[in-house]
Each structure stands twice: as structure tokens, then as C-alpha cells.
């Protein structure tokens, strides 16, 4: 079973900046498309970004394109979101998920998510 751990989350201010990371273990990480997505309170979990397994595609969300960059690197089997002038609405459990397909990642086709990491923009 492919195992993913977020991490990086926390409390930051309108404006500012956070980089999560994500592990992933027991599966061949170089051969997967990797996303994010996130889960805000009280509603569906919805699609970031996603990146193909070389790295080079990305593909954005609306709400956070020019804001967030994703990124990975396949000898560390991590792959990271560096997220920009955060806003409140940015608020939601963080999650990465895998899929063999970069083309359809976004659709959540595989249940390995992990616990998530918690990003919270407020004043």
C-alpha cells in the first residue's frame, strides 16, 4: 500500500507564504504523476495542482495559479507546494495523493491519502 505523510502546514498571516512537503514510500515514485489537493471546512476535497513524473508539466487550479508552485525531487521520493501570498480562503487540511496518469490525476482515481497537513491563513 503506497504510504504518503504531509508536512509544513500551520497558522500564517493574509500575505504570507508556506512550503509543504509530502513523503511518499512503497511505490516506484519516479513513474507517478503527483498532486495536491485540499480539503476546506465543510466542503469536498478539490484539486491544487498537480505535476507529471518528470516534472515537467504542472497544471494549476484557477484559485491558486500564480501562487502556488508545485514541485518534486524524485531521489528524495518528495514532492512539495510552495504556496505565495496565501489568503484566507487558501484555509484547508492539505493533502498529496498519486496517480499513474498526469492527465488524470485530478480526478482522485486512487485512495491513498495520508493524515493531510493543516493550513491556516488568518490575522
Known amino acids: 500500500q503506497v504510504r504518503l505523510v504531509e508536512s509544513g502546514g500551520g497558522l500564517v498571516q493574509p500575505g504570507g507564504s508556506l512550503r509543504l512537503s509530502c513523503v511518499a514510500s512503497r511505490l516506484t515514485f519516479s513513474t507517478y504523476a503527483m498532486g495536491w489537493f485540499r480539503q476546506p471546512p465543510g466542503k469536498e476535497r478539490e484539486f491544487v495542482a498537480a505535476?507529471?513524473?518528470?516534472?515537467?508539466?504542472?497544471t494549476y487550479a484557477d484559485s491558486v495559479k500564480g501562487r502556488f508552485t508545485i514541485s518534486r525531487g524524485n531521489a528524495k521520493n518528495t514532492v512539495y507546494l510552495q504556496m505565495n501570498s496565501l489568503k484566507p480562503e487558501d484555509t484547508a487540511v492539505y493533502y498529496c495523493n498519486v496517480d499513474p496518469s498526469y492527465a488524470l490525476i485530478a480526478r482522485m482515481r486512487y485512495d491513498y491519502w495520508g493524515q493531510g497537513s493543516q493550513v491556516t491563513v488568518s490575522s
Open positions: 505535476i507529471s513524473w518528470s516534472g515537467t508539466l504542472t
